[in-house]
């Protein structure tokens, strides 16, 4: 084999090599959470917005119809009615007279005036149990993890924030994911602020833009910050997010 | 631009129908099937590129969630099917900041924690091998001229044609061909003078 074929191998065998340079599923997913979040949230605005306008429009709708059924249905009041109303007559309460007592509930009653009953407990028997140290948890796999905030992405993509959030706390109180958990942040302030929790949402990502205030993932949820701030304010103009 | 005003008017068109039907409005799904084809199709791809750039693992990985970040904020502007060239543009401005900021190139081989491998399993020689070819590959494309070392890794590593590199590079047909086999040849010439650094079957340096 000439040196220019040899070459042209080596060549070969390294382009090979490099088409197998991934980047570490983290980053990858973590992306995915940091976008999602910036994106989801105002379009989820959106259609809250649109879904409040048409509940409204269909409230207001029910509420004309049964008024204008209640007029049709109830009849007027006549002068001679009001004229021929009455309070209507009521029971006195029974108060006890001079020298009489109510009765206590006889149970409250049986309980004062038995004596106690004497517990006999018997002799502890003479034996040590030693407290076994608890198997040490093994730690879960990227794969657990990923698997695990993948249920929670379906979750949030049915529109179940509730069932989101109860993933996440089963991610960090089960699982003890270590791998993901920025991953894991940013989409839990998805599903708190989906869930209506917006002020929990915000103090969230507040925090974890402070903790990682060079990340790339924080710009999701700066974006997120800002646009409740704005929205907030749009809301009630004369008083800020807190 | 037109396009844009189509785009959306479609997306309210399918929203308005669908808040009719009564069910969940087909844009915000859309929006998300959109993102996550962005992830899914080209992350790998971009951050190969950022580290063809000449940037270090750890900084790869920072600017290439920073091009996709930026790709969330402009979705709306991405013509459908563009995405790659936006996002290897972006990529390109995005690298050429994060290498004038940062204090060394990447000629660290102990990149074992950052880079996966498409086969965790294999065995401790096959992992070094790849680590070595990888830390050999980023060296030689660091010596070739930009422009070269760019259209080199998108022909042989993601193997893309001609046409599509010149769409990429933004770059006529024949002008990027001609750039290929320059590349072809200094990169060439620059690995039979390292050849005491094959990587495979034999101990490096």
Known sequence: MSDDDSTDELARAIFEAARQRRPSNTVREATRAAMLLASGTRNVTRRRLAWAGLLAAAAMLIAVLVLRGREATTPAISAEDVSSWRPRETKPLATPSAGETLARPSRVEDQLSSPPRQVVRPRAEKHVEVEKPPEPRPAPSLSDEVGALDRVRSALSANDAARALQLLDEYDGVLHGTKLTAEATLLRVEALSRSGQRGAAVRLARRFIEANPGSPLAEGARAFVERAAAEATAARPDSGLQ | ?205
Do not use: C
């Open chain 2, 1 to 205: 631009m037109i396009v844009r005003g189509r785009y959306r008017h479609s997306l309210l068109v399918a929203r308005a129908g669908l808040l009719f039907k009564g069910l969940a409005p087909a844009g915000v799904d859309g929006r998300e099937a959109r993102l996550n084809a962005l992830i899914t199709d080209h992350f790998d791809f971009i951050w190969r590129q950022l580290r063809h750039q000449g940037l270090a693992p750890h900084d790869a990985d920072d600017a290439a969630q920073q091009v996709f970040m930026i790709a969330t904020q402009k979705l709306d502007d991405i013509t459908p099917g563009a995405e790659r060239s936006f996002l290897y543009g972006t990529a390109l401005r995005v690298g050429a900041n994060r290498r004038r900021a940062a204090k060394r190139r990447i000629a660290d081989g102990d990149d074992r924690t950052l880079d996966a491998l498409v086969s965790p399993a294999a065995p401790p020689d096959a992992e070094t091998e790849l680590r070595r070819a990888w830390s050999l590959l980023d060296e030689l494309l660091a010596s070739l001229p930009g422009e070269l070392s760019r259209v080199l890794a998108l022909a042989e590593v993601e193997e893309l044609k001609v046409s599509d590199i010149a769409a990429l590079e933004g770059i006529p047909v024949g002008t990027a061909a001609s750039r290929l086999r320059r590349a072809r040849e200094e990169f060439g010439r620059l690995l039979r003078a390292s050849r005491h650094k094959n990587p495979f079957g034999q101990d490096s340096g």
